[in-house]
């Protein structure tokens, strides 16, 4: 069986972006929503847009979408030019936040409403409905009006009527905002196997990083306009480029000390009497220069006993637990008023708690476990 | 994504001024000197001074200023009764004429209930004049009051009611210490419909007056019939003043009520 | 007791000055005329005991509905209220729909400044809104003044005491009734709506036609029906604005009364203009069940 290549038309130079921002700047008055932003996205990728409210990812999806001009620069879809292509002229369709759903129309005509707009005739459409419905599980609501309908259905039916014509690129503006937490991830997986089915290329902006994780196949994370991060899901939550990205994504133990780099490893002075965090880094940093050590918390193990191979370890009391079923979560502080969050599973049902409150305890983690980063 | 475009731009000014240039206009030529109303001969006052000389407008004005302080406050009073009722009172019989009668005169043509009015008063041998007018004002004001009153109370949170009544509070005493403050701006602006109404009214006025009393509406239409007089010009640009002056006088006061709100829930907030 | 007093007030007041008029116009609708004082027959003599009764309800009959149908000047001045109030309710949509429209997309600070606007007019007298447009529409009113002055005429328009005039009344005084239930509705459209049309495909103009001219419906029906209605019945402005030849129902029903001082037939005209309105009115408050239904 031959394997499967892995898609990732972003590390292959010869492959042709679908979406390029060419040094994209978009100002309202005085404030810069986007600032010179340049990015490539390819065909059939899942985008995500994260970040906080106010970062200017809706912005990038509107001017994508024909919603806001270009201050400067240049978005290119397909190579071509898209500055001055109105909204109804552009190979995009979008999925409105609010779902935008005609309340006069009925589910069907909702979801015909661009292919009417199409020199398609009468034929084509009804199939081409037809199949959305299918798609969308949709077929039994077709003549209801939208307000005659549940939200998860609502959503669906704000689905298929963007990707009834079969667009280039699909935009969905917090397609799973409205919805109830059970219900969003139900949808989730939903959506990532309509994208793959139909092979669209999805651009989701979210500020719900577990989102963005789920479903993308590349994460771009977003701070006041500019963009901090792209990568895949794995890689940024590996190897997150900054503490911005790490803390916002997932929970993150984060020190800050002075870097010593010897040999292919870097060591972190970071307090008094406390020893040397070792880690590695692929960047190299100067000696004495400010950097932060960056740990997820499922990487650092905790024990009564002290761990004898363990590459770093500190000491430290418990100060809270929570539990929270399949995990829980020791906070441990450090006797230099550092709290280190510590993570185990609970495998075993109802097992003996050994670590209560105000035990003395270890913490530890090799020396790969975490990140040093500069910024 | 608002775009406020030159289309919006001129549609908002031309419409403006088409509500508001014969106004304008009007108020103008009250301070023509020449008895030609379409002839501009310089700035005078002189047709206010002599509206005030004319003892007819003047009593006119009296009758209507009595006749509307009399029906507002009385259908106040059973306009705010009827709103209560149509909204907390519950099922009782003849709940469905009841509201008829509330809607009813609001679609009702102005010469129809003066003319039915009317042949009332002549039934019952009663004499027309301002009790006559009264009477006419108060019953068709008060379905305006009440529904005013009652959009409010719709949206009055009925447990308010019930705690005064949990803290001891008789039915009447509840309606005074609690409902009444609240809706107390809806009956407000009822009472100055019903107040504008009495003083707009022509049509039911002519039917329900006699010699006795003739409102200002009545000595305005029969003068203009005639044509256009520079006297009414200034009248109506007197109406005009009072009316704009009460109107933007109501506007700061509710705009002031807002802000000193905004500012108390602010330092609430701020503790 | 005190809900009893709280019901009756309110009910009996109506009851005797809404309801009893109103079977009052109804009977003497029914009643002949007579050269007496009240001047119709037959009275109501309750002193007379059940046969006297008996003879009053002899004495109705359908005799002034009969004669309406045959004199041409009513059913004349019931069409002509018609079309004069179906034109007028046309052009105020006409004018009043652009208004509503850029109110609402004006920016939402100056809404509530433009809304005064269009609500002020509601508190200065009818009387004296209707009355400023004859000084303007006269022979050597001002807009034949300014007309001549831009050439654009040579002898002045005839506009007052035409038809002409009672629209420019009508639509002037109604305005912002069409404005109103118009404006409510567009302000209330989402307008991701308009972005969602535009972006499957729609011009502008198509998404102008397409979404919001239908979303805003119940607004234009509610707005045709408050000016529609209350013109049906208008008085004062065929009287102050029209001509001679200007047939108005409530102008009739008004000479009918005070003029020729035919009272039954006068009522017949009233219960006549009144089943003609019940029409439009249930429309109306269908229209705004529906519009309740739909937001709730």
Known sequence: ?375 | MKRFSWFNVTALTLGFAFLYLPMIILVIYSFNESKLVTVWAGFSTKWYGELLQNEAFLNAAWVTIKVAVFSSTLATILGTMAAYVLVRAGRFKGRTLFSGMIYAPLVMPEVITGLSLLLLFIGIGLDRGVLTIVLAHTTFAMCFVSVVVSSRLVSFDNSLEEAALDLGCTPLQAFRLVTLPIIAPAVISGWLLAFTLSLDDLVIASFTSGPSATTLPIKIFSAVRLGVSPEINALSTIMIAIVTIGVIAASLISKQASLRQQRDEQAAARG | MRRAILILTPYLWLFALFLIPFLIVLKISLSDAALAIPPYAPQLDLAGGWSAIKDFFAGLDFENFEFLTTDDLYWKAYLSSFKIALISTALALLIGYPIAYSMARAAPEWRPTLLMLVILPFWTSFLIRVYAWMGILSNEGLLNQFLLWTGLIAEPLTILNTNYAVYIGIVYTYLPFMILPIYSALEKMDDSLLEAAEDLGCSRTSAFWLITIPLSKTGITAGCFLVFIPTLGEFVIPSLLGGSQTLMIGKVLWEEFFNNRDWPVASAVAIILLLILIIPIILFQRNEQKQREMEG
Not at chain 1, 189 to 209: A, P, S, Y
């Open chain 1, 1 to 375: 069986m031959a394997e499967q290549p892995v898609f990732a038309p972003w590390n292959d130079p010869s492959e042709k972006p679908l979406i390029q921002f060419q040094n994209v700047t978009k100002r309202f008055g005085d404030f810069t929503a986007i600032d010179d932003l340049t990015l490539d996205i390819f065909e059939k990728e899942f985008f995500a847009l994260l970040g906080p409210s106010g970062c200017g990812k809706t912005t990038m999806m509107r001017m994508l979408g024909g919603f806001e001009t270009v201050t400067n620069g240049t978005i290119k879809i397909a190579g071509q030019d898209m500055n001055k292509v109105p909204p109804n002229k552009r190979p995009v369709n979008m999925m409105f936040q609010s779902y935008a759903l005609f309340p006069h129309l009925s589910i069907y005509e909702n979801i015909a409403f661009g292919l009417r707009r199409t020199s398609m005739d009468k034929g084509a459409i009804d199939a081409r409905i037809a199949e959305m419905l299918k798609l969308t599980r949709l077929e039994k609501f077709a003549r209801r009006k939208p307000h005659q309908i549940s939200g998860g259905q609502r959503q669906r039916v704000a689905l298929a009527r963007s990707l009834a014509k079969a667009p280039k690129l699909l935009l969905l503006d917090e397609p799973l905002g409205a919805l109830d937490k059970k219900l969003r991830q139900d949808t989730q997986f939903e959506l990532m196997d309509i994208q793959e089915k139909t092979g669209t290329t999805f651009v989701i902006v979210t500020h719900d990083q577990e989102e963005a994780m789920t479903v993308a196949s590349r994460v771009a994370v977003m701070d006041e306009g500019l963009i901090v991060q792209v990568a895949t899901p794995d890689a940024i939550y590996e190897a997150p480029n900054s503490t911005y990205v790490a803390d916002f994504i997932g929970d993150v133990n984060i020190i800050e000390g002075r870097a010593s780099q010897s040999g292919n490893k870097t060591k972190l002075s970071w307090a008094e009497g406390q020893p040397n965090i070792i880690g590695t880094t692929t960047r190299t940093f100067e000696t004495g220069q400010t950097c932060h050590f960056a740990i997820r918390p499922e990487k650092v193990a905790i024990s009564v006993e002290e761990p004898t191979k363990a590459a770093n370890k500190l000491h430290g009391k418990i100060l809270d637990i929570a539990y929270l079923g399949n995990i829980s979560t020791y906070h441990v502080e450090l006797p230099t008023g550092h709290i280190i969050k510590a993570q185990t599973a609970n495998t075993r049902r109802l097992a003996r708690r050994t670590m209560t409150w105000e035990d003395p305890v270890w913490i530890s983690f090799t020396d790969t476990a975490g990140v040093l980063l500069d910024r």
